[in-house]
């Protein structure tokens, strides 16, 4: 597998800049329906790797959609996106699971197995994949160690509070170790405490080197954590600032993160750069 | 370990609408049994066809030891009077009607009965001097029979002149037309099995569609969650097969083989191992039948 991923990023255009880009919309168009006007509006992006980025903005302007096509669950009507140097376009359908198998994605909702233990939540996602018990039986203590989940391996999800439920279902979203996690409003459904709590370890698995894309609405969180800010407003990016605050007094559009050009980045931010990327799950167990 | 996983899937599947799988594996039993009641009268109308039903169309039986005809009054037939018998039938008189015919002798008539007779008791008490020799005539045109009957009949040596064909092919026009009727209704039948079994799936993926979702969030294949499903359905399907294929032996066991052969010992009845020539053909029609109808209905309800 490793030498099929090596030539997948030798046919990729330019190869510098798709290593370092693990999210990249270029001029994105996603049209639901033709008589509305456009959930996405010819966006174009980029989230490197090992980055943190909020994605923010009211009820439909577009965040779950942009989620929606790094994931390949929806086409884009206009434009490419490119996840870890691949155009999803022209990913084959027989090919779309080992792209979200480098995508953990984290609900509101939680979407845990309620029948199941919290081990059994998160050894799913790596039965389903076709990993071996033994692999198992090791990666998925480590992994509920790193949510603060130790010692409840055998609750079901009801006995859970909602901030542990979360941290079952963000487990369950990196035990296969992605590059990239999307978060879709994660604490929406949690009270304040809770949610910087979640944001710790959001924060912990982004530290280790994965990318990190969370949408959310809650203000407090965005101002705490001080990252980039992606606001969408009817499809269309207003704001994109490093280090920002949910509300910016200024809206500016583009004064930081539009597309580079192949020379290179047009301001420097830390990274932890982790060598992680889509699939390698495999390779770095 | 993903097989584990697939055999788990399957389980609690199967545990979780139980009563839909009992109505599928009833459904599908019912109509293979419909499938297979057809075959078995083929094959009853094969087993009674015997050795020269389909090569020849009438039989002159020669006189034996124990035959009461006039023309037998001499005793069993003499190699004189046989010899005579095949110049008559060599004469361009009789030979303008006659494709092809065969001496078949005593031993040839018992070999031909024991293969025929060979589920039935009647074949340990006749022995190879008990059966007629006889000419077997492949006619040109089998209406002209009567002309060979009133050629023959007369002749010394000559026990009797039997059309075979009139003697069974009413009875089989009968079997014919029975397993028309089974076929019909077991085409009605496999129309609700594939219904019912779509239905099934459609409602086992629905209940379970938090799992398939996140199998699909997780990066696992189409294969893996859709397995399971289709697995489910085919079981279901070759447990109704194999139900089927049971009650076939059954009837062939039980109702031929103790019943029927006893009251009709002179017919030939098919073994109860000859219906298991059914059984695979029962098993792949319902295992096929399901496998495609849920592929089908996962396509439309099951996104992957």
């Known amino acids: ?285 | 370990m993903r097989l584990a996983f697939v055999l788990g899937e399957i389980g609690s599947g199967l545990r979780r609408n139980v009563s839909m799988v009992v109505s599928v594996i009833l459904v599908t039993f019912v109509s293979l049994t419909f499938v297979g009641a057809a075959g078995m009268l083929q094959l009853q109308i094969n087993q009674m066809k015997g050795y020269w039903y389909d090569k020849v169309q009438v039989a002159i039986f020669l006189c034996s030891d124990g035959s009461t005809a006039a023309g037998c009054a001499t005793g069993p037939v003499t190699p004189e009077q046989q010899d005579n018998l095949q110049t008559l039938l060599e004469s361009p008189a009789v030979a303008q009607y006659v494709n092809d015919f065969q001496y078949e002798s005593n031993e040839e008539a018992y070999k031909h009965f024991k293969d025929q007779f060979s589920n039935s008791p009647i074949v340990d008490s006749v022995t190879p001097d008990q059966l007629p020799s006889s000419f077997r005539i492949n006619m040109k045109d089998p209406e002209k029979y009567q002309i060979i009957s009133e050629t023959f009949s007369s002749q010394p040596g000559v026990e009797t002149v039997i059309d075979q064909r009139q003697l069974l092919e009413r009875l089989f026009s009968a079997m014919n037309a029975a397993s028309l009727v089974a076929v019909s209704i077991a085409g009605v039948m496999i129309v609700c099995a594939i219904l019912l079994i779509a239905t099934t799936i459609r409602l086992s993926a629905f209940s379970r569609r938090r799992e398939t979702g996140i199998m699909r969030l997780v990066g696992a294949s189409k294969i893996v969650i859709q397995l399971p499903f289709i697995l489910e359905g085919v079981i279901a399907a070759v447990i109704g097969a194999a139900l089927a294929s049971g009650t076939l032996w059954a009837v062939a066991h039980f109702f031929l083989g103790e019943y029927l052969s006893k009251q009709y010992p002179d017919t030939a009845f098919i073994s109860p191992g000859q219906t298991l020539i059914l059984a695979p053909a029962l098993l792949i029609l319902g295992g096929s039948l399901a496998g495609i109808s849920s592929l089908l209905t996962l396509r439309r309800y099951l996104k992957v």
Not at chain 1, 26 to 50: F, M
């Open chain 1, 1 to 285: 597998m490793p030498v099929l991923r090596l030539q997948i990023w030798a046919v990729s255009a330019v190869p510098c800049r798709v290593i370092r880009a693990m999210i990249r919309f270029e001029n994105v168009t996603k049209v639901y329906d033709h008589t509305a006007r456009p959930a996405l509006d010819d966006v174009s992006l980029e989230i490197d790797r090992g980055e943190f980025a909020f994605l923010v903005g009211a009820s439909g302007s577009g965040k779950s959609t942009f989620l929606r096509l790094v994931l390949k669950e929806d086409r884009a009507s206009s434009g490419a996106v490119y996840v870890a140097g691949q155009n999803v376009a022209k990913i084959s359908s027989w090919r779309v699971p080992r792209l979200r198998r480098g995508i953990g994605v984290v609900f509101q909702d939680f979407r845990l197995l309620p029948q199941k233990s919290v081990f059994a939540n998160v050894a799913f996602a790596m039965q389903v994949i076709g990993k071996s018990r033994s692999v198992i039986r090791d990666t998925v203590p480590e992994v509920l160690k790193t949510v603060g989940l130790e010692g409840k391996e055998n609750r079901l999800p009801h006995e859970l509070s909602g901030g542990e439920q979360q941290r079952v279902a963000i487990a369950r979203a990196v035990v296969n170790r992605p590059g990239i996690l999307l978060a879709d409003e994660p604490t929406g459904n949690l009270d304040p405490t809770t949610s910087m709590g979640i944001m710790g370890v959001l924060d912990k698995i982004n530290q280790n080197g994965t990318t990190v894309v969370m949408a959310t609405h809650d203000d407090d969180i965005v101002n705490e954590m001080r990252k980039r800010v992606v606001e969408l407003r009817n499809g269309i990016v207003i704001r994109d600032e490093a280090k920002a605050l949910y509300t910016s007094m200024i809206p500016v559009v583009g004064q930081s993160r539009r597309l580079r050009d192949a020379s290179g980045r047009d301001e420097s931010q830390p990274h932890a750069l982790g060598e992680r990327n889509p699939g390698a799950g495999e390779e770095q167990r």
